[in-house]
């Protein structure tokens, strides 16, 4: 008796072929959602399907690619964060200063030194949410408008429109060209720091008490994980991955503006929301995100070539944002579906 | 057994919280191979000492002696080390990750490991389900599991490392009497590889059927320790209590002309239930049993409009009603006090006295939506005068009283709709022997007043003791129904399985 309801449990939760497509987080269907989105571009503008169109989403993802993964670690672990771009734009922005103003140039070394300042940045959060436990969110607002304020008061306000030619040199730099549509080299470093952030996030313990956090606090707590640790942790490494993002953003765009990025966060935080990292924290994988901005850049592109005006751009992508979200939340009540109960009477 | 080593010996523990004494000078013991049952009513300071063992507390006095190494205080993880293993009453588990990446995780940690492989983890979790013989899916994620399977996984997880004292903190709250057993089964096998067992409960049934030893705490005081064969139902009861509380079989008066006050006609709702149909009158009180996954709670739900029916009628004093939310329910004089009374009947960080008005809100706000700080607090005096519910300010937050007291508040907060209806989801799970008495008459209390009462539980000597009919449902369908002295203990066990 006891052992068939065992096996019949163990048969309902056995999650079936086709369920198995969805992934985890959902990313079985996220894909599909594109592949849909291609074949509609293929019947309403069949011309626009060209290799340049797949560079130009790449070029355009980038930058947000960039963003979303540090944004990712901290909403896998149940926070929210809206100080990323002010992280990315200060440490953009300052290392090109200090180049500019010391005459030093480089290619490589500027990125580094980018997430090196961005990481310092991060220890501000890292501060307040693991030693003064304050809400992530309200945390973040605090030392967005902080180190915006502190950059535009101390480190310049004027737009530099030249890089120092080694560094602007990356930024005209090309690895190969899909049609008519140059791939920088910077998609090299971002692909690594995709890479990167899934090996922490699958292969480490770090990682696993990321999850553990995220999903449940107080039980990380007694199963050993020093959350603060993590947490610490945690925002550190947002803040390297954003001050990354920052140069990215910098070397693509050949210039640096203290006032660039910030009020980018919406489109970043739902690129990672629709690639399945909900707000509730403890789910979201870095092939989700990056299929998350995939689909975002999509449909920007996708615009663009359908010829329809700017203006409307906003408008559909606030409409995407809201339908993926929502895809997302309705299929994750899944979890709280009842199950069957009722037994069929044979006639 | 006796010359089992002592797995552990605690001795003179106390502890105090800003001068209130929570265990005054208290000794246990536990053998390897041996199952203690600690027992104690809410507030006892069973789980100060479950704290203290674990290395979450630092104790005032008292040594704590594992495996021969003694000490005066614990980390967590110095417990762990020496084999201490907690699964506490909410399981502590991850819902987000796999049944195998949670079996996993404690050893992992207290490993100090840097790195992960899921292989191993598999590896791991396979091989502790494989030797208690339990079948689980490694890769569900645990929150789509039953409560039940739940449980096991937070077993599974403490054996995964090398456990010598295992707590059990109310392991059977959320279970049937049927998962209980498998969970006994387990217990069993535990104990012969040599694993000291420390039962937390307050149920006194099973404190009997699983025990080999007894230590009872009250106030902070052990006050009874001995082999469990020296104990009785009532020695016990009396030992937890410090006075007898009796479980006997006393129904309220049947009044003498009563109109029907819930028919439920056909009631049918997809995937849950069909065919359901049964009524209540005025001053009756009915039990709806089944076991977990039965479809019981679903019924109860779908009257209240928390489940959409796709069939069938209800009819309350007579009057068909669709009822589609709360709104509706109130207005119909139907009032639901839900089983999770923690996520969903009590505002924890709420004051008292919120709670209790948080259903009748629109009786004491004045016109222009100002709150009735007046009628409010005197509702609330009522209350708490009405159903002895201990407090100390109103104004104090609903999380500052045991669990019998937050389960008198949501019934509070109910009862003060003034409900011709009342249903009830395990009114007493979490509650201790001596709340659950004072429920019990208060429901006959009410009864007698007129009010029809439909009590949805699975606990038989509950169910028994005030029940003036039992009905059954199994896999969704109503399966039969007890009335007057057919219904015993021992043929409502045997309806349920059968």
Known sequence: MTADVHAERAATSRRPGLAALRGRNNEGVLAGVILLLLLVMLVVEPSALTWGFAGDIIRSGLVTLALALGLLLIIISGGMDVSFTAIAVFSGYATVRLMTDLGIDGRVWPFLLAAAIGCALGSLNAVLVARYRMETLIASLGTQVIIRGFLLAFVGSTYLATLPPQLDSVGTTTIFRLGSSPVNIVVVPVALACVALALILRRTMFGRGVYAVGGDKESARRVGFHVARVQTGIYLLAGLFAGFAGMVHVVLSRHASPFDLVGMELNVIAAVVIGGALDRGGRGSVHGTVLGVLLVSLVQNSLVRLGISSYWHVLVIGLVILVGVAIQARSNARGAKRPRILEEVTP | ?498
């Open chain 2, 1 to 498: 057994m006796s010359e089992r080593p002592f797995a552990l010996r605690a001795s003179g523990v106390t502890k105090s919280y800003g001068g209130v004494r929570a265990l005054a000078g208290v000794d246990v013991h536990v053998r390897a191979g041996e199952v203690l049952c600690l027992a104690g009513a809410n507030g006892s300071g069973k789980s100060t000492l479950i704290k203290i063992i674990s290395g979450v507390e630092n104790p005032d006095h008292g040594t704590i002696e594992l495996g021969g190494t003694s000490a005066q205080r614990l980390t967590v993880k110095e417990a762990v080390d020496r084999g201490v293993q907690v699964i506490f009453q909410d399981m502590s588990l991850f819902p987000n990750l796999t049944v195998a990446e949670n079996i996993a995780m404690s050893a992992r940690v207290s490993s100090n490991a840097r790195w992960i492989s899921e292989r191993k983890e598999r590896a791991l979790a396979r091989s502790v389900v494989e030797r208690l013989g339990l079948r689980l899916d490694l890769d569900a994620e645990v929150q789509d599991l039953p409560v039940a399977d739940r449980q096991l996984v937070a077993i599974c997880r403490a054996l995964a490392l090398d456990v010598k004292v295992l707590f059990m903190d109310e392991p059977t709250t959320a279970l049937t009497w049927h998962e209980v057993e498998t969970l006994f089964r387990v217990v069993a096998q535990l104990k012969e590889q040599g694993v000291a067992i420390v039962f937390v409960s307050h149920k006194t049934d099973e404190v009997l059927d699983i025990s080999d030893r007894i230590t009872v705490l009250r106030n902070g005081e052990v006050v009874a320790d001995g082999p469990t064969a020296e104990f009785d139902h009532a020695s016990l009861v009396e030992a937890l209590l410090g006075y007898s509380a009796t479980e006997d079989r006393v129904l309220s008066q049947a009044l003498a002309a009563a109109a029907p006050a819930l028919e439920v006609e056909g009631l049918a709702a997809t995937d849950l239930f069909a065919d359901v149909s049964f009524s209540l009158v005025q001053g009756e009180v009915v039990g709806l049993t089944g076991l977990l996954g039965s479809g019981r709670s679903e019924v109860a739900e779908a009257i209240f409009g928390k489940v959409p029916t796709t069939g069938g009628r209800v009819r309350v004093a007579g009057r068909e009603v669709s009822i589609e939310g709360i709104d509706d329910a109130l207005r119909a004089g139907v009032a639901y006090v839900p089983s999770d009374r923690l996520t969903q009947g009590v505002f924890l960080d709420q004051s008292i006295a919120t709670n209790l008005v948080s259903a009748t809100i629109g009786t004491v706000t004045r016109r222009g939506g100002v709150l009735d700080e007046s009628a409010m607090a005197a509702q609330v005096d009522d209350a708490v005068r009405d159903l002895a519910i201990k407090i100390g300010e109103p104004t104090d937050p609903a999380r500052s009283l045991s669990g019998g007291n937050q389960q008198k508040v949501v019934l509070g907060k109910w009862l003060a709709t003034d409900p011709g209806v009342l249903i009830l989801n395990g009114p007493t799970v979490g509650v201790d022997a001596g709340s659950k008495a004072a429920i019990m008459e208060i429901l006959r209390r009410k009864a007698s007043a007129g009010m029809a009462i439909l009590l949805i539980s699975d606990d038989v000597p509950e169910l028994v003791s005030i029940c003036h009919r039992v009905l059954f449902i199994r896999r969704g369908r109503m399966s039969g129904e007890l009335a007057g002295d057919e219904i015993t203990e021992s043929n409502v066990r045997e309806r349920l399985v059968t």
